[in-house]
């Protein structure tokens, strides 16, 4: 199965090659792809941002653009800051990040912007003790201990108590975690900000902050290799890597007390029990959900639009093609350890690419 995936996820970077060289072709083989009703062909798009959902946007992109002779996409992954920088200076088509806008980047917009969450993944904590299983347990106490610096041995009671029977190491803590801004970073804080008061209150959540323990790695990469490198390592990052680097992962406790495996279904549960609050504000966190089969670290990444387009007929063909990735699309995400969006979040961002206009006309065809 892991096997399985690495093959996709290596196409999906093959393909994000050839669409950026400008080719395209026929559909591939195992996808289906249906035009949006009134759907824009003959127009190219250009997009930045966010790394996190580079697979899935390069597969994404590419199948659409084989369905659409002449729509092309060109992304490029260069960070959800970066991405947003280039929307705000509008010398994108769209901007894609792993943290939606805070209320003072809002204000700091030339216009009005839509958010479209596009798929949920989870944030999951790796660890390297040779000699302990695969899926230790981890309480939310446990977990903010060890990158508050509270928690400095493996045989802390904090962790052997939700690990009867198991014979855990008295081996010093390392913790790893980002230096550079993250998406990664805003979902795990906003976490231990949920589950923490002293966290909230000393550290707080954001792209960056300044760790109280640890050392950085850039990347989910550099985090990995911090982990590897030192006995005794834990660190965070997305599942999707997880995976594809084998790495130990740890259940943990969510709000229902339940131990939750970090995983494609209990990733789209968590979205899915936070939609009443989604509904009020899109920019939501979706970390500890209240459901018992929630995995509690996780987090959209969203792609970001104007309102308001200058430019109708480019307009119309972003809506078009979101509309496409909230549908057809979904059905690629678990294949790339992406957790599908929940009915209850498509209709959310159907009704927000209908407010998406141009000269006061909306933009998106009627479904």
């Known amino acids: 199965?892991?096997?399985?995936?690495?093959?996709?996820?290596?196409?999906?970077?093959?393909?994000?090659?050839?669409?950026?060289?400008?080719?395209?072709?026929?559909?591939?083989?195992?996808?289906?792809?249906?035009?949006?009703?009134?759907?824009?062909?003959?127009?190219?798009?250009?997009?930045?941002?966010?790394?996190?959902?580079?697979?899935?946007?390069?597969?994404?992109?590419?199948?659409?653009?084989?369905?659409?002779?002449?729509?092309?996409?060109?992304?490029?992954?260069?960070?959800?800051?970066?991405?947003?920088?280039?929307?705000?200076?509008?010398?994108?088509?769209?901007?894609?990040?792993?943290?939606?806008?805070?209320?003072?980047?809002?204000?700091?917009?030339?216009?009005?912007?839509?958010?479209?969450?596009?798929?949920?993944?989870?944030?999951?904590?790796?660890?390297?003790?040779?000699?302990?299983?695969?899926?230790?347990?981890?309480?939310?106490?446990?977990?903010?201990?060890?990158?508050?610096?509270?928690?400095?041995?493996?045989?802390?009671?904090?962790?052997?108590?939700?690990?009867?029977?198991?014979?855990?190491?008295?081996?010093?803590?390392?913790?790893?975690?980002?230096?550079?801004?993250?998406?990664?970073?805003y979902i795990f804080t906003n976490y231990l900000c949920d589950v923490s008061p002293e966290w909230k209150a000393k550290v707080g959540a954001g792209k960056s902050v300044n760790w109280p323990v640890g050392l950085g790695g850039k990347g989910n990469e550099g985090v990995t290799g911090q982990i590897k490198g030192l006995p005794g390592g834990i660190g965070y990052v997305e599942l999707a890597y997880a995976l594809t680097n084998k790495l130990k992962v740890a259940l943990v406790r969510n709000t229902a007390g339940q131990f939750v495996e970090p995983t494609v279904a209990s990733t789209t549960t968590a979205a899915e029990a936070a939609a009443p609050k989604l509904a009020q504000d899109i920019r939501t966190p979706i970390a500890n959900a209240a459901s018992p089969q929630a995995y509690p670290i996780c987090g959209f990444t969203y792609i970001l639009l104007f309102r308001d387009q200058t430019d109708a007929t480019k307009g119309k063909a972003v809506v078009d093609l979101l509309d496409w990735c909230l549908h057809d699309g979904q059905k690629m995400a678990s294949s790339l350890d992406y957790a599908p969006l929940p009915e209850s979040v498509v209709k959310l961002n159907e009704a927000a690419l209908k407010t998406v206009q141009s000269q006061g006309k909306p933009l998106l065809a009627g479904r």
């Open 1 to 185: 199965m892991l096997l399985s995936k690495l093959v996709v996820r290596s196409m999906a970077l093959a393909a994000a090659a050839i669409l950026l060289a400008g080719c395209s072709g026929g559909t591939p083989k195992g996808t289906t792809s249906s035009a949006p009703s009134g759907a824009t062909t003959g127009t190219g798009l250009n997009g930045a941002g966010a790394t996190f959902p580079y697979p899935i946007y390069s597969r994404w992109f590419d199948s659409y653009s084989k369905a659409h002779p002449g729509a092309t996409v060109n992304y490029q992954s260069i960070g959800s800051g970066a991405g947003i920088q280039q929307l705000k200076n509008r010398t994108v088509d769209f901007g894609a990040s792993d943290a939606p806008l805070s209320d003072q980047e809002v204000k700091e917009m030339p216009s009005p912007v839509v958010h479209i969450p596009t798929v949920a993944g989870a944030v999951v904590l790796s660890y390297n003790l040779p000699d302990v299983p695969d899926k230790l347990k981890l309480t939310p106490e446990a977990i903010a201990g060890i990158f508050l610096g509270k928690v400095t041995r493996w045989s802390d009671p904090a962790i052997a108590g939700a690990n009867s029977g198991v014979k855990l190491p008295d081996t010093a803590i390392g913790v790893a975690h980002r230096s550079d801004g993250s998406g990664t970073s």
